[in-house]
């Protein structure tokens, strides 16, 4: 087993505001005992953009990396599909390729769509597709929400090629966002969303999920939170991490940056706190 690490912003990266887009692995054990061996940067010939705030995720099925980011054209950013693809079973080495899927018939977005900073992607393995939620566009200059959105965007890889992509938009009630957290959960067949934010509204600590019971795109629909005896409920943050935890049928939630109002504003203290949902 191993984890992927894709891009961000460092001192060492050449992008825009520090972006990078190197793909590290790090192996780690069945057994959960400290990694024995160390971080290795994978190879390759060539890098997809640099973007700050690309969204990238591992496909088991496919043993590929499907990476969504941004590229600039005459008309502006426009959103753009990539895939590394490994060499062997090492997983050292590969090369990225960028797709060029085609636009669906349940498209209600337009083509091109647009690029999405901070938003977070996840893999439906069911039905073979990569979802992307939220984020922000260009130009951030537009009221109510300066570009942030809550559009989702689906990727089928099952359709075969370079897969279709179909955008399509949530409900108002569903509060453009990014720097949120994101994850599926396979056991109840849907997308679960929580925390974020974006200038209009400010910090968000809702929960939604978005259920594929009924309906090849989903039905968004909002989640009560019960506060816990002690503790309550988690306090206002971003940048966290939000995984599922299948076994146990929950969600965990770490760390991130503790954050101030209006959002987005110093200070913003990081955490190291877990929480369950």
Do not use: K
Request: charged content about 20%.
């Amino acid at each position: 087993a191993r984890m992927l690490l894709f891009g961000g912003r460092g001192p060492a990266g050449t992008g825009p505001g520090g972006a990078s887009a190197d793909l590290w692995a790090l192996p780690v054990p069945y057994d959960l005992t400290p990694p024995s061996e160390p971080w290795t940067l994978v190879t390759t010939p060539s890098t997809p953009p640099q973007v700050g705030g690309a969204a990238a995720i591992y496909i088991p099925g496919r043993d590929t990396v499907i990476l969504f980011t941004a590229v600039t054209t005459a008309s502006g950013e426009e959103l753009a599909v990539f895939e590394f693809r490994f060499d062997d079973w090492t997983g050292l080495s590969g090369s990225w390729h960028q797709l060029a899927p085609v636009i669906g018939p349940d498209d209600e977005m337009g083509d091109p769509l647009r690029a999405h900073h901070y938003g977070q992607a996840v893999y439906d393995a069911d039905r073979q597709r990569v979802i992307l939620f939220g984020g922000w566009t260009e130009p951030r200059d537009a009221p109510p929400h300066y570009g942030w959105t809550n559009d989702v965007i689906f990727l089928n890889l099952a359709a075969g090629g370079d897969g279709v992509l179909v955008g399509r938009l949530a409900p108002p009630a569903v509060a453009p966002r990014s720097h949120f957290g994101a994850l599926f959960d396979d056991v109840r067949d849907r997308m679960v969303v929580y925390g974020g934010g974006n200038p209009t509204d400010g910090t968000l600590t809702d929960v939604w999920q978005l259920g594929f019971d009924a309906g090849a795109y989903g039905t968004w629909t909002s989640v009560a939170q019960i506060p816990d005896p002690t503790y309550d409920v988690p306090p206002q943050r971003e940048n966290f991490t939000f995984a599922v935890d299948p076994f146990r049928e929950r969600a965990i939630i770490f760390g991130g940056l503790l954050t101030g109002e209006p959002w987005g504003t110093d200070p913003r203290p990081a955490t190291d706190q877990v929480w369950e949902m």
